[in-house]
């Protein structure tokens, strides 16, 4: 049968009995054991399979105790307090060097991370925290006789969470650097990891651009040997380390200063004598140091005179990383991890294992007080009844070490800071005198006083029974590490080089900021430091993590009964399972139980007027737990064993989990409720207009089917009223001509006697005159006024209308011939027919002159510039210009004259100068006399009144002799309008009668003219 798993429930309880049953689980490969919620956890040295991803699932929201122990429990239920109680949290994991704290830190925080929630952000810190493990155990982890990878400095890992329980961020503190392992480490150890790592896992451009050797048995810092580890493969671990939030100029900058420290270690110096034969001493190597220079920027000289005039020392510090910057505001859970150096007994302990030590102490302190000391108090101060339980105090040890009047650390300080000669005796001395009488102080001096002979403890020594053991410390170098002060010259040195990274670690280097206040000791340092942390670890709710060391040659799998032994009673588990068996597992205060419970019963649910006692009291009746089971203190509840606990808490989440669904059901009711009423109002309204939207549509319809129906309907009667008016109306028309045809047949009756006697003749003639005219229409000549055809009458007793009808034709042709006249062919054609009246049948040259057109203008004044006085004369007066003969009176020559014929002169002009000779008024013109041949004489008869008559009448030839006198007849009867005024005589011959044409002379005398 498996061996308990919680040593609470141990029966017999007896140390053999524990011891057996840590073995037998160990055995069987359960590293982890319970306390209550202590988890002892015994290293295995070497890789068990429990640690899966499905591991993890096992134990996420697991019962505590319904599962096989497992780190990974008590990580789950410190993260689910964390989250769902809010109480800040702290995983303390103690135990000695090698007992296996990291590896269960990194278990804790690896198991924390799988478990909360996944996303960009939160992935970014949780890699973030996971992964500054390699670079913080390269760099503070090295290699001991007790541990391969021993912590050389205290880590205390803050992750803060948001409420839901999903990391913002990290703070990560570390604790004194084991720094003195730099220059000097014990054989068989090692240096830190990082100096391995780099130059088994640089690439050659790197270890050439940090001028580094691969080989580490060229550094002295590294014992000039080649220590690789069995199972640690420094140049992968160099290669897969993933330097965190540094950018790569950081990374180069970090590593430069690890390559300088490294070559640092190869500065020698060497012994010389200076010129005043005063001992000096002088650089061995100056081409390391060259180099260091180059690698810092630093002048070799300055180097050289800072190094050769003092000594190096390490400087101590405490570092803090923010991994991300927090966010003001936010609520914020933290859970602290505290993974701190174990406690380590060497062959030769000095400074730093005294440091160690004491850290170590004091987590034994917070242990005993918070789960032996602190808890049997409460009980008492709670009234419960209780047997107390012995066990051993480590305060006086703590305040051995730590009192700050009469302490170890404050004597150290004291020494270090006291004038005059200083130095480890004189601090011994004064140890040995303050606890010469003290339990836990041995030292040879002491021993002495006791007559006690003790071989093992050197005169150099002194002694501290620690809680875990008795460590004997070599006082030398003490005051040097406490004091861990730096030169000035050599830190001014050092922030004289141009790298930023190393003037940053030295900035009490800088000249303008010179402090003559001495720093802080490194005791001192650490004890303030140890002071804090303490502070912060007793406000979190502590959960435990106990590592032993199941063998001392790190051996997989090997128990060694008395060594675990040993560690079970300065552990001080006994006890711790006494306290625990007697004890209760959980204790809180009345009101903050009542506030998370009181949804348990119907009577505290959901108000509780009373006492937070009393409520609590009434709650765990109505739950009915066994009443051993429970202890009502003062002020809290006490519930004794966890399950109790986990039932209590299994039933809130039953209860949260329905009231849960109650509020969703109300809420989901409330939700769809008013969803539905919504629902309803809009499918009311939408219902509405649709309903309105479709009775209008109908009656839209309805309306356009009444008009199509009223307009068929109006259609039919309106056809049907005038069908009827149509027929009425056919018959009024029937009736009419009926009656007509009627009366007509009466008339013709009565009147038929009448009509016979002539009718026949009658419709002949009408239908011979229908005839003849039809024809006639049909057969019209044409209507050319030259043409006088005309048919002629088929009938006789048509001539005369034929007749008339010809001469009615032929004046309508005329007068159709005359419409269409221009004004001046009606005015030529009047003057022909002027010329006709005077001439027709009169004289012979009016036959010929018939064929001439009347042109009135033969001379073309217009156009020849020389007639324009002629032209100016006639004016627009002009009838007619043509060139005559005139007839000499006296001799009977002829002379050609231009003749202007005017409205109302007529002007005879010499045609060469076309100049008037002589102007003529028409008035005084009596009678023109022509001949009846075809000549062209012509004589002008004037009045005898007139100024012209005095030299006689004007015989002249002129070529258009019609023209000319039809046109001075004319103008003289239309200016004058006197029918008469003029005579035109057409002479005979002179045979034939008196009337010779006479031409009368100058003073009246006449002349007879012959014409042949
Ligand atoms: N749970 C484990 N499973 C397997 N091996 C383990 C486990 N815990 C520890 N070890 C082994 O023990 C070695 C030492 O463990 P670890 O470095 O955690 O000790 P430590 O308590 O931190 O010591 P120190 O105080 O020196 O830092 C580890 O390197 C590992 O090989
Ligand atoms: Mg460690």
Same mark, same amino acid.
């Given at each position: 049968m498996l061996p308990v798993g919680d040593l609470v429930l141990l029966d017999p309880l007896t140390e053999e009995s524990l011891l057996q049953t840590l073995q037998e689980r160990f055995r069987r490969s359960n590293i982890y054991t319970y306390i209550g919620n202590v988890v002892i956890s015994v290293n295995p040295y070497r890789s068990l399979p429990i640690y899966t991803p499905e591991t993890v699932q096992e134990y996420r929201n697991c019962n505590f105790f319904a599962?096989?122990?497992?780190?990974y429990a008590i990580a789950d239920d410190a993260y689910r307090s964390l989250r769902d109680r809010d109480r800040d949290q702290c995983i303390l994991i103690t135990g000695e060097s090698g007992a296996g704290k990291t590896e269960a830190s990194k278990l804790v925080m690896s198991y924390v991370a799988a478990v909360c929630s996944k996303g960009e952000e939160v992935d970014k810190v949780k890699e973030q925290l996971l992964q500054s493990n390699p670079v913080l155990e390269a760099f503070g982890n090295a290699k001991t006789i007790r541990n391969d990878n021993s912590s050389r400095f205290g880590k205390y890992m803050d992750v803060e969470f948001d409420f839901k329980g999903e990391p913002l961020g990290g703070v990560i503190s570390n604790y004194l650097l084991e720094k003195s392992r730099i220059v000097r480490h014990v054989k068989g150890e090692r240096n830190f990891h990082i100096f391995y790592q780099l130059l088994a896992g640089g690439s050659a451009q790197l270890l050439q651009q940090l001028k580094l050797r691969q080989d580490c048995r060229h550094y002295g810092y590294l014992n000039r040997e080649s220590s690789g580890l069995p199972g640690m493969d420094d140049a992968a671990n160099f290669r897969a380390m993933q330097v965190i939030g540094f950018s790569p100029a950081e990374v180069t900058a970090l590593l430069e200063v690890t390559a300088v420290v490294l070559k640092l270690g190869n500065v020698q110096l060497s012994s010389s004598y200076q010129a005043s034969g005063m001992e000096a001493s002088s650089i061995a190597e100056p081409q390391e140091l060259q180099e260091i220079c180059e690698l810092i920027g630093l002048d070799p000289a300055v180097l050289e005179r800072a190094l050769c005039s003092r000594t190096v020392k390490a400087r101590n510090e405490m570092v803090l990383t923010t991994l991300s910057v927090p966010q003001p505001g936010k609520q914020r859970k933290v859970m602290g991890v505290l993974d701190i150096y174990g406690f380590e007994i060497f062959q030769d302990n000095g400074f730093e294992q005294f440091i160690i030590n004491y850290c170590n102490e004091k987590l034994q302190q917070i242990f005993i007080l918070m789960t032996l000391k602190e808890e049997q108090e409460e009980y008492v101060r709670e009234g419960i009844q209780w047997t107390p339980v012995e066990f051993f105090d480590n305060s006086i040890i703590c305040n051995l070490i730590e009192n700050s009047k009469c302490g170890i650390l404050a004597m150290l300080d004291e020494e270090c800071l006291r004038p005059g000669v200083v130095n480890e005796d004189t601090f011994l001395t004064k140890l040995n005198q303050l606890f010469a009488t003290h339990k836990h102080y041995e030292s040879k001096e002491t021993q002495n006083a006791r007559r006690v002979m003790d071989a093992t403890l050197p005169s150099q020594c002194f002694r501290i029974h620690h809680y875990a053991g008795k460590v004997t410390y070599n006082v030398t170098g003490f005051i040097e590490k406490n004091n861990d002060l730096l030169f000035r010259d050599l830190s001014q040195a050092m922030w004289a080089s141009r790298h930023e990274l190393l003037r940053s670690l030295f900035p009490e280097g800088d000249p303008q900021k010179v402090s003559l206040k001495l720093p802080p000791t490194a005791g001192f340092q650490f004890k303030a430091s140890v002071a804090t942390l303490m502070k912060n670890l007793y406000s979190k709710n502590p959960n435990y993590i106990r590592c032993i060391k199941p063998n001392e040659t790190k051996t997989g799998m090997l128990f060694t009964p008395e060594l675990v032994l040993a560690q079970i009673r300065y552990l001080g588990l006994m006890e711790n399972v006494r306290v625990r068996r007697a004890g209760y597992a959980f204790r809180q205060l009345y009101d903050s139980f009542l506030q998370r419970y009181k949804m348990l019963s119907p009577r505290t649910w959901p108000h509780w007027t009373g006492s937070h006692r009393e409520g609590t009291k009434v709650l765990l009746e109505d739950l009915a737990f066994p009443p051993e089971e429970l202890a009502f203190g003062h002020t809290k509840i006490f519930i004794r064993s966890p399950r109790t606990l986990f039932d209590l808490e299994r039933r809130r989440q039953e209860r949260v989990a329905e009231l849960a669904t109650l509020i969703q059901k109300t809420f989901r009711g409330w939700r769809c409720r008013t969803q539905y009423q919504l629902m309803r109002k809009s499918q009311i309204i939408i219902s509405a207009w649709f309903r309105g939207h479709m009775q209008k549509n109908r009656y839209k319809q309805m309306k356009r089917s009444a008009l199509i129906i009223q307009a068929y309907a109006r259609g039919w009667k309106s056809r049907r009223l005038l069908r009827e008016l149509k027929s009425q109306c056919h018959r009024h028309a029937a009736a009419t001509t009926i009656a007509a045809y009627w009366r007509g047949y009466q008339v013709r009756r009565a009147y038929r006697r009448y009509f016979r006697s002539g009718a026949s003749t009658r419709l002949a003639n009408f239908i011979y005159q229908r005839l003849f005219l039809v024809g006639l229409a049909r057969n019209l000549p044409p209507l050319s006024v030259m043409d006088r055809t005309w048919p002629p009458a088929p009938y006789k007793f048509l001539a005369d209308a034929n007749q008339e009808l010809r001469s009615i034709f032929y004046r309508w042709k005329c007068k159709k011939y005359r419409e269409q006249l221009t004004p001046q062919r009606r005015a030529l054609l009047q003057t022909k027919l002027h010329a006709s009246e005077l001439f027709k049948d009169k004289k012979a040259l009016y036959s010929k002159s018939l064929q001439q057109p009347f042109q009135g203008e033969y001379l073309g004044l217009t156009q020849n510039p020389k007639y324009q006085k002629l032209h100016a004369v006639a004016k627009d007066k002009l009838v007619m210009a043509d060139t005559v003969r005139k007839v000499n009176k006296a001799n009977g020559k002829m002379v050609p004259r231009l003749l202007l014929l005017t409205t109302e002169h007529l002007v005879l002009a010499d045609p060469k100068a076309a100049q008037p000779k002589m102007v003529l008024s028409l008035g005084d013109i009596s009678s023109i006399s022509v001949t009846r041949f075809s000549d062209g004489f012509l004589a002008l008869h004037l009045k005898? @009144?007139? @100024?012209?008559?005095a030299k006689g009448d004007f015989l002249l030839i002129s070529d258009h002799l019609i023209e000319l006198v039809t046109r001075l007849h004319k103008t003289l009867m239309d200016t004058t309008a006197q029918k008469g005024a003029m005579t035109i005589t057409v002479v005979e011959s002179a045979k034939a009668g008196t009337n010779i044409p006479v031409c009368k002379k100058k003073g009246s005398h006449k002349m007879e003219i012959l014409v042949q």
């Amino acid at each position: 049968m498996l061996p308990v798993g919680d040593l609470v429930l141990l029966d017999p309880l007896t140390e053999e009995s524990l011891l057996q049953t840590l073995q037998e689980r160990f055995r069987r490969s359960n590293i982890y054991t319970y306390i209550g919620n202590v988890v002892i956890s015994v290293n295995p040295y070497r890789s068990l399979p429990i640690y899966t991803p499905e591991t993890v699932q096992e134990y996420r929201n697991c019962n505590f105790f319904a599962v096989k122990p497992h780190i990974y429990a008590i990580a789950d239920d410190a993260y689910r307090s964390l989250r769902d109680r809010d109480r800040d949290q702290c995983i303390l994991i103690t135990g000695e060097s090698g007992a296996g704290k990291t590896e269960a830190s990194k278990l804790v925080m690896s198991y924390v991370a799988a478990v909360c929630s996944k996303g960009e952000e939160v992935d970014k810190v949780k890699e973030q925290l996971l992964q500054s493990n390699p670079v913080l155990e390269a760099f503070g982890n090295a290699k001991t006789i007790r541990n391969d990878n021993s912590s050389r400095f205290g880590k205390y890992m803050d992750v803060e969470f948001d409420f839901k329980g999903e990391p913002l961020g990290g703070v990560i503190s570390n604790y004194l650097l084991e720094k003195s392992r730099i220059v000097r480490h014990v054989k068989g150890e090692r240096n830190f990891h990082i100096f391995y790592q780099l130059l088994a896992g640089g690439s050659a451009q790197l270890l050439q651009q940090l001028k580094l050797r691969q080989d580490c048995r060229h550094y002295g810092y590294l014992n000039r040997e080649s220590s690789g580890l069995p199972g640690m493969d420094d140049a992968a671990n160099f290669r897969a380390m993933q330097v965190i939030g540094f950018s790569p100029a950081e990374v180069t900058a970090l590593l430069e200063v690890t390559a300088v420290v490294l070559k640092l270690g190869n500065v020698q110096l060497s012994s010389s004598y200076q010129a005043s034969g005063m001992e000096a001493s002088s650089i061995a190597e100056p081409q390391e140091l060259q180099e260091i220079c180059e690698l810092i920027g630093l002048d070799p000289a300055v180097l050289e005179r800072a190094l050769c005039s003092r000594t190096v020392k390490a400087r101590n510090e405490m570092v803090l990383t923010t991994l991300s910057v927090p966010q003001p505001g936010k609520q914020r859970k933290v859970m602290g991890v505290l993974d701190i150096y174990g406690f380590e007994i060497f062959q030769d302990n000095g400074f730093e294992q005294f440091i160690i030590n004491y850290c170590n102490e004091k987590l034994q302190q917070i242990f005993i007080l918070m789960t032996l000391k602190e808890e049997q108090e409460e009980y008492v101060r709670e009234g419960i009844q209780w047997t107390p339980v012995e066990f051993f105090d480590n305060s006086i040890i703590c305040n051995l070490i730590e009192n700050s009047k009469c302490g170890i650390l404050a004597m150290l300080d004291e020494e270090c800071l006291r004038p005059g000669v200083v130095n480890e005796d004189t601090f011994l001395t004064k140890l040995n005198q303050l606890f010469a009488t003290h339990k836990h102080y041995e030292s040879k001096e002491t021993q002495n006083a006791r007559r006690v002979m003790d071989a093992t403890l050197p005169s150099q020594c002194f002694r501290i029974h620690h809680y875990a053991g008795k460590v004997t410390y070599n006082v030398t170098g003490f005051i040097e590490k406490n004091n861990d002060l730096l030169f000035r010259d050599l830190s001014q040195a050092m922030w004289a080089s141009r790298h930023e990274l190393l003037r940053s670690l030295f900035p009490e280097g800088d000249p303008q900021k010179v402090s003559l206040k001495l720093p802080p000791t490194a005791g001192f340092q650490f004890k303030a430091s140890v002071a804090t942390l303490m502070k912060n670890l007793y406000s979190k709710n502590p959960n435990y993590i106990r590592c032993i060391k199941p063998n001392e040659t790190k051996t997989g799998m090997l128990f060694t009964p008395e060594l675990v032994l040993a560690q079970i009673r300065y552990l001080g588990l006994m006890e711790n399972v006494r306290v625990r068996r007697a004890g209760y597992a959980f204790r809180q205060l009345y009101d903050s139980f009542l506030q998370r419970y009181k949804m348990l019963s119907p009577r505290t649910w959901p108000h509780w007027t009373g006492s937070h006692r009393e409520g609590t009291k009434v709650l765990l009746e109505d739950l009915a737990f066994p009443p051993e089971e429970l202890a009502f203190g003062h002020t809290k509840i006490f519930i004794r064993s966890p399950r109790t606990l986990f039932d209590l808490e299994r039933r809130r989440q039953e209860r949260v989990a329905e009231l849960a669904t109650l509020i969703q059901k109300t809420f989901r009711g409330w939700r769809c409720r008013t969803q539905y009423q919504l629902m309803r109002k809009s499918q009311i309204i939408i219902s509405a207009w649709f309903r309105g939207h479709m009775q209008k549509n109908r009656y839209k319809q309805m309306k356009r089917s009444a008009l199509i129906i009223q307009a068929y309907a109006r259609g039919w009667k309106s056809r049907r009223l005038l069908r009827e008016l149509k027929s009425q109306c056919h018959r009024h028309a029937a009736a009419t001509t009926i009656a007509a045809y009627w009366r007509g047949y009466q008339v013709r009756r009565a009147y038929r006697r009448y009509f016979r006697s002539g009718a026949s003749t009658r419709l002949a003639n009408f239908i011979y005159q229908r005839l003849f005219l039809v024809g006639l229409a049909r057969n019209l000549p044409p209507l050319s006024v030259m043409d006088r055809t005309w048919p002629p009458a088929p009938y006789k007793f048509l001539a005369d209308a034929n007749q008339e009808l010809r001469s009615i034709f032929y004046r309508w042709k005329c007068k159709k011939y005359r419409e269409q006249l221009t004004p001046q062919r009606r005015a030529l054609l009047q003057t022909k027919l002027h010329a006709s009246e005077l001439f027709k049948d009169k004289k012979a040259l009016y036959s010929k002159s018939l064929q001439q057109p009347f042109q009135g203008e033969y001379l073309g004044l217009t156009q020849n510039p020389k007639y324009q006085k002629l032209h100016a004369v006639a004016k627009d007066k002009l009838v007619m210009a043509d060139t005559v003969r005139k007839v000499n009176k006296a001799n009977g020559k002829m002379v050609p004259r231009l003749l202007l014929l005017t409205t109302e002169h007529l002007v005879l002009a010499d045609p060469k100068a076309a100049q008037p000779k002589m102007v003529l008024s028409l008035g005084d013109i009596s009678s023109i006399s022509v001949t009846r041949f075809s000549d062209g004489f012509l004589a002008l008869h004037l009045k005898e @009144t007139s @100024t012209g008559g005095a030299k006689g009448d004007f015989l002249l030839i002129s070529d258009h002799l019609i023209e000319l006198v039809t046109r001075l007849h004319k103008t003289l009867m239309d200016t004058t309008a006197q029918k008469g005024a003029m005579t035109i005589t057409v002479v005979e011959s002179a045979k034939a009668g008196t009337n010779i044409p006479v031409c009368k002379k100058k003073g009246s005398h006449k002349m007879e003219i012959l014409v042949q």
